[in-house]
């Protein structure tokens, strides 16, 4: 914890010496971080798509995050690179590679540990082992995590390690999203616990064994790292992932708003302040804090702010060429132009999960196109409505680059999960408990926000969770003139909607408990469904209105 400064009555020649004492017996750590890179090898736009140097400036990559790194490495001490999760899913790349990208581009920068976040598991435990794990040379950490019904993981993670830097120990302890069943495919036979408690577990063995400077470094959001950072005692800094959050100390470098100050000072409940920090997201930034220590392991001093990996920092010849050399696997598999865009589609986090999104309207508008099969004296299509959870959506589509061109490559950035685009019938009060659970957390970067087509919304993010849908619409299909319908909550919907929220992903289990019917299977895959439909429709259809 950054210790409280108390008031010295001393002589100024007493307090000089003492002073200088605290200098002389003070220790700095360096820590550089980074969180949810999804699988960006190479250089991006700076919306983290597919980068366009003729036409915009790039940012990110392995090959620039290496020379940066080694740059800090040359000119300080007591240097450790992290990562807090999810370095997979989100390019071609780990489509491909299946995650072998990852473990042989994080051994070649050398990180010192790194902790599992929900999306490690999206090709089950196997997937995660093969060809990751057993590549890896740094500690993979989770403390929350219980893999005894699980041997094949099970001794691959630990839940915390210590690292001896300059003759000083310093304790890392992980930890994972509680909520990786609902989010991954972690599989049955992974119990995911509560972070707070496995991590003070951890904690208390580490201060138990004499070390007293500890890091939690994980993959929960900013809201259960501040949590942390509050109630989890001797803990000196959180490093986070998942939420995406953007810390700045002064004037941002680049487009990103920041949620607060780099470091986020958290009041601890056990007296002091605890640093927060996180890096945004997809290898844009490089987190950068120095932490002075006292004798006693108490932080005096944090300090730092993420550094943007522009155009003015070189890339690595090495990695470069090395980025290259994979690359070339890629070019066949990726580069069909399937699509033509004339304008920007908007995939960012910041749109997609807080509102209406352009490219998520055109991937419901693609899959209600797809499913427009019939008409008879009833009704002039089966299905009308889609929802999408906006966390699906993973980058957006430059229409600067290749001139509008949309290929393979980037509907798999987009869209990389894979499944099925199914069926379900709901009756309204289904219907309405989806959207109320949307916006439950509305403002916290989480993935649950939905994109419709055929459905017009109107929230009242200043009611209390649970009561924040003000009006539900859906178009009509028994009808000769389509128009927007009241929902009615004994009235059975036909709703097409991805796979993953037919399972319960990102916490519909309403979905998935209560639909009355579930088709799969007959329809094109996902990035099947966008190939065929690439049109964009930019109408508004999700409002928030002024409370009343």
């Known amino acids: 914890m950054v210790a409280p400064r108390g008031t010295r009555r001393t002589l100024p020649l007493l307090c000089l010496l003492v002073v200088c004492l605290d200098r002389t017996l003070a220790w700095d750590l360096v820590l550089l971080h980074t ?20 036409k915009a400036p790039c940012f990110a990559g392995v090959a620039r995050r290496y020379w940066q790194v080694n740059e800090i490495r040359n000119r300080e001490k007591n240097v450790l690179l992290l ?16 995650g072998a990208e990852a473990a042989f581009f994080m051994n070649r920068l050398r ?31 989770s403390a929350n995590l219980n893999a005894i019904l699980a041997p094949k993981i099970d001794g691959r993670f630990e839940p915390y390690k210590i690292l001896t830097v300059d003759g000083q120990e310093v304790g890392i302890v992980g930890y994972t999203s509680q909520e990786t069943p609902s989010l991954s495919q972690p599989g049955p036979n992974l119990v995911f616990g509560e972070e707070v408690a ?40 959180v490093i986070g992932g998942h939420t995406n959050t953007f810390l700045y100390t002064g004037t941002p470098p680049s487009t990103e708003v920041p949620a607060g100050d780099y470091p986020f000072l958290v009041q601890s409940d056990h007296g002091g302040t605890v640093p927060v920090v996180q890096a945004y997201a997809f290898g844009k930034y490089l987190g950068h ?15 730092g702010n993420p550094i943007l990996l522009d155009s003015n920092v070189p890339e690595d010849a090495s990695v470069a060429a090395e980025v290259l050399t994979w690359r070339q696997n890629l070019t066949v598999y990726s580069s069909k132009t399937v699509g033509k865009t004339l304008v920007f589609l908007n995939g960012t986090f910041e749109e997609c999960r807080f509102r209406e999104c352009n490219l998520g309207n055109l991937i419901c508008d693609a899959m209600i196109h797809n499913n427009i099969k019939y008409a008879d004296e009833l009704q002039w299509n089966h299905v009308a409505a889609c929802i999408l959870n906006g966390g699906s959506v993973r980058t957006s589509i ?3 680059s290749a001139d509008g061109d949309i290929t393979v490559e980037d509907l798999l950035a987009v869209m990389p999960f894979g499944g099925t685009f199914d069926l379900v019938q709901l009756s309204g009060a289904t219907l309405l408990s989806a959207f109320e659970h949307a916006v439950r957390r509305h403002g916290q970067s989480t993935g649950e926000f939905l994109q419709v087509s ?38 059975l919907y036909r709703v097409v909607l991805p796979s993953y929220l037919v399972a319960g992903g990102d916490g519909f289990s309403m979905i998935r408990d209560e639909n009355v019917k ?13 190939v065929g439909y690439t049109s964009c429709s930019l109408e508004r259809i999700l409002c928030f209105s002024d409370p009343v």
Not at 123 to 137: A, I, M, Q, Y
Not at 471 to 479: G, K, P, Q, Y
Request: aromatic share 8%.
């Open 198 to 237: 496995a991590v003070q577990l951890q904690v208390d063995k580490l201060l138990t064994l004499g070390v007293n400077k500890i890091i939690a470094l994980g993959h929960s959001g900013f809201t259960k790292d501040q949590e942390i950072a509050r109630k989890v005692r001797g803990l000196d800094v």
């Open 289 to 303: 804090l120095k932490l002075t220590f006292d004798q006693e392991g108490n932080v005096m001093e944090a300090k």
């Open 454 to 491: 055929g459905i017009r919304v109107v929230y009242d993010l200043s009611r209390p969770p649970g009561a924040r849908v003000r009006s539900l619409r859906v178009l009509c299909t028994e009808c000769r003139v389509p128009r927007y319908e009241p929902v009615d909550r004994g009235a």
């Open 35 to 54: 969180n949810d890179v999804h699988a960006r090898m190479e250089p991006t736009s700076s919306e983290s798509g597919k980068c366009a140097p003729a």
């Open 83 to 98: 990562d807090a999760g999810d370095q997979f899913q989100g390019s071609v790349w780990f489509n491909f590679y299946k």
């Open 398 to 400: 430059d229409e600067r």
């Open 518 to 530: 579930h088709d799969s299977g007959e329809w094109p895959g996902r990035r099947g469904v966008a």
């Open 111 to 141: 990180y010192d540990a790194m902790a599992l976040g929900n999306h490690e598991f999206d090709n089950g435990v196997e997937g995660l082992v093969k060809p990751f794990l057993e590549d890896v040379r740094f500690p993979v950490l």
